[in-house]
Every structure is written in structure tokens, then in C-alpha cells.
């Protein structure tokens, strides 16, 4: 049973936010400003480290350039948020508590889970011992220094997918003195409208971007990546881009997961198994009318704002509203001069209007540039509130269907 904030009670009411990541960060800023006055909630923090990972550009790092310093101290000074720096081994969310490098023992009412997702290295042989990620800034800059040791050779893209896109381009760009070669299942930019495939292409040949498409990758080499079928693509460094998957500590919680260990959410995003924890971004299975949510920014965000918002709500007495999140756009960068930007409907797929050239590019740079001042404003001014699309028809889904999700297992 929670106690209301009106209940004024001697122990304030633990949140505890893991990751601070777009949907995490999010979520501790927004509950920051809203009980910026209040001393019946307190909120805490815990994350790898003390800077905020603008994963939106990890390919910019990995091609050496230099980001911005966005220190989350300096966000949170003044609010009341307790930052913990340190890697998150476990969660028991029976006891609900957290353990912080295996030496630290977090205690917690409400948990909103956002450890977010990597790469996949581990379903193709040879990934993790031969491939680099763009998983962290860290691995961003290892790979940049890699590709300051070559003056020439190939660089081969494992994975066509947008994040495959957007490092060919980038590397392309800022390295002309090497062949860049997209690998992957599928064509780059497939699931864009016919128009804005046309111009990717155009972009990628004109960079020079070999595009190896429709075959799968089935191990690394230390010089060459291996396809089904016995051909191989030689390859002086390779990135890995294709798949995603999260951390076990959500399954080894015991909290109810779906087949690629994202935490199965109700409709409010809560847990289905333990209500007492909240999962965000990448690291939660959101089902929506359109179906199963697939991780981005731009609804990661609008989970962690949501899942603070419930909370609130929670403590107050108040039922939590449903999440809904519709898709609007697509934006691509193509190294740092050019742009494809697809609008789209709420479920994601693409509408017929899309931009390119300079006017996508200032709306791709707009978009990614937008997170960090958000957060600021939200820890600032408690009365921020958040606006995301609601997707209309698109997201709605029956009062059975979220009744179903709502039947919280066993408990
Ligand atoms: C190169 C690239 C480009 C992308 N471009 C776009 C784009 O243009 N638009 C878009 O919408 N999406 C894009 N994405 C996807 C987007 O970055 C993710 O969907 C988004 O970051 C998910 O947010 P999140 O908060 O769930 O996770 P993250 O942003 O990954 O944050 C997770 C946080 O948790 C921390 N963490 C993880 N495990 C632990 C642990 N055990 N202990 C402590 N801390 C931990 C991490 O350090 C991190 O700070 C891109 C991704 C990449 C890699």
C-alpha cells in the first residue's frame, strides 16, 4: 500500500531509476521537477556513468568527432536527485532492492527499469571477438581510433538497418580514403517510401557506399566477414549494427520478459508481474494498437515521462492512464551535409511526404538536439509538461485487450 503525499509520512516514497538513457533520464527529470518542493518522495539515479550517452550520435564519435559534455551532475544539481554512478548486477524484486557493483545495496517502492539495449554480438560467431559496437561512447572512440590506423582498406557495416546507414554514411564522409560496404538481409532504407529510398541510394552512391544486400553474415573473421553459402567479404575493421538485445537482470528478477528479455508491460507501463516496477525505452515490451513498440528515441522518451507521470498519480491514490505512442517520423542522417527525414503514420510505416538535403538535415539536428534541453526544463520547471503524438486511432486498443495485460501473473 502506498502512502499519499498528503500522509506527510517520516519515510519518503523510494523511487529508484535505473539507467539514465533517453527513457530514464526522462522519467528521473521529469519526477525531479514535479517534487522539487516535496520531502515525501525521493528519487535516485543509477547509471554506468556520470555523463549522458547521446546515443543518437554515436556514429559522429565513432568517427572521431567530438560531442558536447553533458554531465549529469550539472543536470541534477539543485534537484534533489540522488545520482548513483555504477553498473547495476542485480534486482530483486520480491525484496525490491537493486544491487550497484555487487557491493551496494539499493532499496526501492517504485522501480522504473530503463537499462536500455545493445548490439547483438552474441547470435553471430566471431561478433564479440573481432567486431566493434556503437554501444557506448567508449566503444564509439575505440573503433574511431581504429579507423585513424588506416589510411586505406574496408570497412564492413555488419547490418543495413538505419543505425548501418547513418555509420556508412558518416565513415564514407569523413574517411574517403576507405571503402565502406553495407552487409546485411535487407535493403538500406526498405521500409521507407519509394521516394526517400530512391534519394538514400542516391547519397550512398554518390559517397561511394558498397551495399552487399539479401544474405546473412554467419561469422567474423579477423580480416573478413563470412556469408551462408561460403562467400566472404574482406574487411580491415569491422562495426557491428545488426540486432539489439538487453540485459538478463530483468529475467534473472524474475519478472516476467518476453522471448528478447524485454520486461512485459501492462497498459500504464507497468510490470505485468511486479506493478511496483515501471520498464522504459528500449528494455520494455510496450504493446500498442498497432502492435509491439520497437526501440527508438522518439518513444522512449514519452515511456520514461509517462512512467513518472503514473507514478505521481499512484501516490496521489489515482489509477494511471494507458500509454499511448504513435510514430512521426523517420530522420537519417547521411554524414553531416545531407539528410533523409520520412514522415510516418502512428504505426511506423511511411507516409508519402518525406525532406532531404539541407532541410532535412536542420530537422535531424533539431530533433537530436533536443533531449538535453528538454531534460534541463522539465528538472527546472515543475510545471513542464510533455507532449508526445497519442497516434488517434492507430494506438487505441479495447478495454479487453488491456484488462488481458493488466491480469498482473500471480500476484
Ligand atoms: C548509432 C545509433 C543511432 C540511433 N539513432 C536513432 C535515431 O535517430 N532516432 C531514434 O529514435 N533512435 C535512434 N537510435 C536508438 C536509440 O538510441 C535508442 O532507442 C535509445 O537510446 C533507447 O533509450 P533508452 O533510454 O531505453 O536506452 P539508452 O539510451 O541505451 O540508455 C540506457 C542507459 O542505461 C545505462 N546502463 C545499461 N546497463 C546498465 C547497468 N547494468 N548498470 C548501469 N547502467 C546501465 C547505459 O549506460 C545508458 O546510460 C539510435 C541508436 C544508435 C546506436
Known sequence: MKETPNSRSATPHRIVVLGAGYAGLAAAAFAAGRTKRRDDVQITLVNAGVRFTERLRLHMTA????????????LLADTGVELVCGWVTAVDADARTVRVDDRRTLSYDTLIYGLGSVADTTTVAGVEEHAYTLDSARDAQ????????????????????????????EI???????????????VPGAHLSTGAQAYLHTVLDRLGVGIISGVEIVKVLPDAVALAGGDTVAADVVLWTSGVRVSPIAAAAGLTVDDHGRIVTDHALRSVSHPDVYAVGD???IV?????????CQGGMPTGVHAAV????????????????????????????DAVVQFTKPDDTPRRMYLTGRRAVWYKETVTSSPWPTFMRMTKYPWTTAFWPHGGRYTRRSDKEMASDATYSGR
Open 63 to 74: 568517427t572521431g568527432q567530438q560531442l558536447a559534455d553533458l554531465d549529469l551532475r550539472e
Open 142 to 169: 575505440s573503433f574511431a581510433a581504429h579507423l585513424d590506423r588506416l589510411e586505406t582498406g574496408t570497412v564492413v557495416i555488419g547490418g543495413s538497418g538505419l543505425t548501418g546507414v547513418e555509420a556508412a554514411t
Open 172 to 186: 564514407a564522409e569523413q574517411y574517403p580514403g576507405l571503402a565502406v560496404v553495407l552487409v546485411g538481409r535487407g
Open 283 to 285: 528494455a520494455a515490451s
Open 288 to 296: 500498442q494498437g498497432y502492435g509491439p513498440m520497437h526501440g527508438t
Open 310 to 337: 503514473s507514478i505521481l498519480r499512484e501516490l496521489k491514490g489515482k489509477e494511471p492512464k494507458p500509454f499511448r505512442f504513435g510514430y512521426i517520423h523517420i530522420p537519417l542522417s547521411l554524414g553531416r551535409s
